[in-house]
């Protein structure tokens, strides 16, 4: 009687796992639209943010026929657009790995997604004007190339994040030793991804430079993480995206230019946190597939997408 | 008929546990294997079913070298009863007596319904059948372990202690229904004990070993009280041999006196002018005997009848078939030198004081 | 984000459960009903290789005494950092799969769930062996049975109580921890958690921590149903009525001693 239960039991669970099978890859394809046969990879909150799933659906009639989270331009979405998992990835435009797999970024033609420039975000009253001095020099002079560059070196070529800081300090001249930050300690985070820890080495050592004690505090985690600790002072400075990190404060902000975004930022802030010059540097969203995919589909722009399989 | 031969068992690290021992224990009788701590007697016992392999010599059954047998198989024709019983908890009482019969392929049916019958053979009423070895006390567990060993009637039983674990009240009722058992069914059986006074009420032959697995006397219980062979088997069957002796052998007719009685029923007034010298024996209904009743102590308080409080039980009851012993001490104990015997029954058959009872003593005439 | 005080945040997640929309699956989102099986099928899975290798072994080391150093070697796989060990075997295995399949996910997030499982099932499968009453196993071997018939019609009914507690242990550890699949792109329960956590939609988040401990109280139920079903009454001693219960040792003793005394 008792085998005959267990026999059962077994049964039951076998016929649970069998059915759950088959709920993992499908494809609705309602549209027939290239992107309605798509699987897209990338963050879960690209998938209410406005520049994000919303925007790509208003600005050009795209829309996928699954999403799958992977994480936020890392290695799982990487991986995953590399192993066919998924057919369209969100990456960031600074990613060497979009270089080294040969993936294409699509254009975005009608400015979908918002600007995203590097910017200090700072506590008001470590932001002392040889601070400040010393901040907006460096996004006077930091690119979208420049940066593309120095993520080769660090994530590439496995170079050390500080290192390649000092040598890029070096070559923009902005390594003078002085005194204008002395006296100001400043207690300098940053998220938990290569180029976010590069900016924060930049800042660190130029302040450094400059006289301020530094007290470095790398690879928190994400925002959820480091904005409460930059909103109670547990962490002073940190190198930010002005479109992300508006997003963040206010999910509902609508704008996309470089200095909307920045005028945005400004109101959304905490009374406590300023933001500086930003950086015409961008590391922006940007929608990715493999070079077999774009040749497969004519893909160039985000609008092929919306075209008739 | 169970040899042994030489029969040796040393351990690895150099001890002797049980040294070329030569014994014979005969078919259809109890033979015990007694002795103290370390003689070697468990050991001895469990070479028999090759639970312990002997390391010297040999041990043959019914003329069969044991060691060629195959354990397992040799194991279904013997039956096994150990101290604690090792009752399978998960099954019921029924399915623990049938379990060798159904490991030899009799059908489920036919081995519970053998098994209802040898459940009532050893004193348990069928309402235990459903029941769990958790629900029984000790001495329940033990009278299923028994019935279990027996279920495939098998011609052999060994047993290591079986009785040790239980209560002596308990203990002495098992003894008696084993030995009333075994004189049903004749089978060769191999007993172990520590306790002497069991070897010599149990056995047809008592083995006493020594420390060291050395067997220091083979004899029968009247034998090794009489003639212990040596000093340390003198001193292991103890003191009062000659008194213990008593206790093992049954008088046989009895010269009982008649005794006035009374029923517990009757009134105090009929019990106090039955009395001869201030005593009066009360039985129940059933006449069995319910103790003495002293008439100074009166009726109970503000009535007519006899008061069952005041009734003397001290003394103890010998039973008509009983030993010496028994009938001796009824009659030292009672408070009117008077030994209260009853039949097999328990009614009242009579009383012997105890001058009757040492000259029957003397005249069976054994030395002490 | 939402902010309200602790009533307000029940009340929401509350609303986020019972909202059907939730429960059925859209092009962006997967729903409950969707997770809620993805996370039963990493569950079982994971507890079926385990117990396949866990309770054969924990049986034969139980029963013939060796091999004791694996019981101790396989406790100390408890301590294992799982999302690390998740993440490390990901990075190796996932590249090898190519086309639309979970399966080089599912693999690491597999293997790391078996480990976390075998321990509970295979000390406790040991223990229940080990603890029962030598006297029982002396009398089964004594009365002809073989080595296979003692272990499986003696000491695995008797270890049942042990061995299903252990399983229980295993299945709470395992579906509490089958929330990591979201660190890699699977689905499960976990996806709430993560995902709300990470879009600071909190009911969701919460949410989906209710889902996990309810699943995890059903499967526990469960089992303890299988439980009352397969050991024993003689072990687990439930009997019907009181009259029933273990006996003392005065009961049964028959009356010889109040006829002396009489």
């Known amino acids: 009687m008792k085998h005959k239960i267990l026999a059962g039991a077994a049964a039951a669970a076998l016929a649970l796992t069998l059915t759950a099978c088959g709920g993992s890859s499908s494809d609705s394809s309602s549209g027939g639209t290239i992107a309605s046969s798509f699987i897209f990879g990338g963050p879960a909150e690209f998938k209410t943010r406005t520049d994000g799933i919303p925007g790509l659906a208003e600005h050009y009639g795209v829309s996928f026929g699954k999403y799958t989270v992977t994480d936020t331009g890392g290695p799982v979405t990487v991986n995953a657009l590399k192993q066919g998992q998924i057919d369209a990835a969100d990456l960031f435009t600074t990613d060497p790995s979009i270089e080294s797999n040969g993936f294409v970024i699509l254009t975005d033609p009608k400015a979908n997604f918002a600007a995203q420039n590097v910017l200090p975000i700072i506590n008001k009253d470590k932001a002392t004007d040889g601070v400040k001095t010393t901040l907006n020099a460096i996004s006077a002079k930091l690119d979208t190339a420049g940066l593309g560059a120095l993520m080769v070196k660090v994530v590439s070529e496995k170079q050390d994040p500080d290192a390649v800081a000092k040598a890029w300090l070096a070559d923009q001249g902005l390594d003078a030793t002085g005194s204008s930050a002395s006296g100001v300690k400043l207690t300098v985070g940053s998220a938990n991804f290569p180029e976010n820890v590069l900016l924060a080495q930049i800042y660190a050592e130029a302040l450094k430079a400059q006289g301020a004690d530094i007290k470095l505090k790398l690879n928190i985690g994400s925002r959820e993480k480091y904005v409460p600790a930059l909103k109670d002072g547990s962490v002073d400075l940190m190198p930010e995206y002005n479109g992300s990190i508006l997003q963040y404060l206010d999910a509902k902000a609508t704008a996309t230019e470089p200095q909307d975004v920045f005028d945005a930022l400004q109101k959304a802030l905490p009374s406590n946190l300023i933001v500086l010059d930003q950086a015409e540097a961008q590391d922006s969203d940007a929608i990715v597939v493999t070079k077999e995919t774009a040749e497969k589909y004519g893909l160039k722009s985000i609008a092929d997408l919306a075209k008739k399989k | 008929m169970i040899r042994f031969e030489a029969a040796s068992k040393t351990y690895p690290d150099g001890t002797i546990a049980v040294d070329a021992l030569d014994l014979v224990a005969p078919s259809g009788q109890i033979t015990v294997l007694v002795g103290p701590s370390g003689c070697g007697k468990t050991t001895s016992l469990r070479m028999i079913n090759r639970m312990i392999d002997a390391t010297g010599g040999r041990i043959l059954l019914d003329d069969q070298d044991i060691g060629k047998v195959e354990p397992a198989e040799l194991r279904r024709g013997i039956g096994y009863v150990i101290q604690h019983a090792g009752l399978f908890p998960h099954r019921t009482i029924i399915d623990n007596i049938a379990s060798v019969p159904i490991m030899l392929g009799r059908k489920k049916k036919q081995a519970r319904a053998d098994a209802m019958e040898l459940l009532e053979r050893v004193g348990l009423d069928q309402k235990f059948a459903h029941r769990y070895p958790v629900q029984l006390s000790g001495g329940q567990q033990q009278r299923v372990g028994v019935a279990r060993a027996l279920a495939a009637d098998p011609p052999v039983m060994l047993m290591d202690e079986p009785f040790s674990a239980v209560d002596p009240v308990v203990r002495e009722q098992l003894q008696d229904e084993f030995l009333r058992l075994q004189g049903e069914l004749g089978k060769t059986i191999v007993f172990v004990t520590h306790d002497i006074d069991e070897a010599i009420k149990l056995g047809d032959q008592v083995a006493v070993l020594r420390v060291g697995g050395r067997l220091a006397q083979m004899a029968t219980p009247a034998e090794l009280l009489s003639n212990p062979i040596d000093d340390f088997v003198a001193n292991f069957v103890g003191r009062d041999r000659g008194y213990r002796a008593l206790g093992f052998e049954v008088v046989g007719a009895l010269p009982l006196e008649p005794e006035p009685t009374v029923a517990l029923s009757s009134s105090f007034d009929q019990a106090a002018r039955a009395a001869q010298d201030g005593w009066i024996l009360v039985l129940d209904d059933a006449r069995r005997p319910q103790g003495w009743l002293a008439v100074d102590d009166g009726p109970a308080p503000g009535s007519e009848a006899i008061n069952p409080v005041t009734l003397r039980r001290g003394g103890t009851v010998a039973d008509v078939d009983g030993t010496y012993r028994a009938v001796l001490d009824a009659a030292l104990s009672s408070p009117t030198g008077r030994g209260v015997v009853v039949d097999r029954d328990g009614a009242f058959a009579g009383t012997i004081n105890a001058t009757q009872v040492v000259e029957l003593i003397e005249s069976r005439g054994v030395a002490s | ?262």
């Open chain 3, 1 to 262: 984000m939402a902010k309200g005080g602790g009533g307000a945040m029940i009340g929401q997640v509350f609303s986020w459960l019972t909202d059907p929309a939730h429960w059925r699956d859209t092009a962006l989102d997967t729903g409950i009903t969707t997770q809620l099986l993805a996370h039963v099928r990493f569950s079982l899975i994971a507890l079926g290789i385990a117990s396949a290798i866990a309770l054969p072994l924990g049986l034969f080391i139980g029963h013939t005494r060796r091999g004791t150093f694996l019981v101790a070697g396989a406790n100390a796989l408890r301590a294992l950092p799982s999302v690390g060990l998740l993440v490390l075997l990901t990075v190796m295995i996932a590249p090898h799969f190519h086309g639309r399949t979970d399966i080089g996910y599912v693999i690491p997030t597999e293997i790391v769930l078996v480990l976390l499982a075998i321990p509970p099932i295979l000390s406790n499968t040991y223990a229940g062996v080990d603890t029962v009453d030598p006297a029982v196993t002396d009398a089964a071997r004594g009365m002809g049975m073989r080595g296979r018939q003692v272990l499986f019609d003696v000491e695995l009914p008797c270890s049942l109580p042990l061995i299903l507690s252990g399983l229980r242990s295993a299945t709470l550890q395992v579906i509490a921890t089958a929330t990591i699949a979201s660190f890699v792109p699977l689905g499960g329960l976990g996806r709430f958690i993560y995902d709300g956590l990470q879009q600071q939609d909190y009911p969701q988040m919460i949410g989906g921590g209710v889902l996990v401990a309810a699943l995890a109280v059903t499967a526990d139920l469960l089992l303890a149903l299988l439980q009352r079903v397969t050991v024993s009454r003689g072990i687990s001693g439930r009997f019907a009525t009181k009259g029933d219960a273990p006996a003392g040792p005065i009961e049964g003793a028959i009356t010889r001693v109040e006829v002396e005394a009489g």
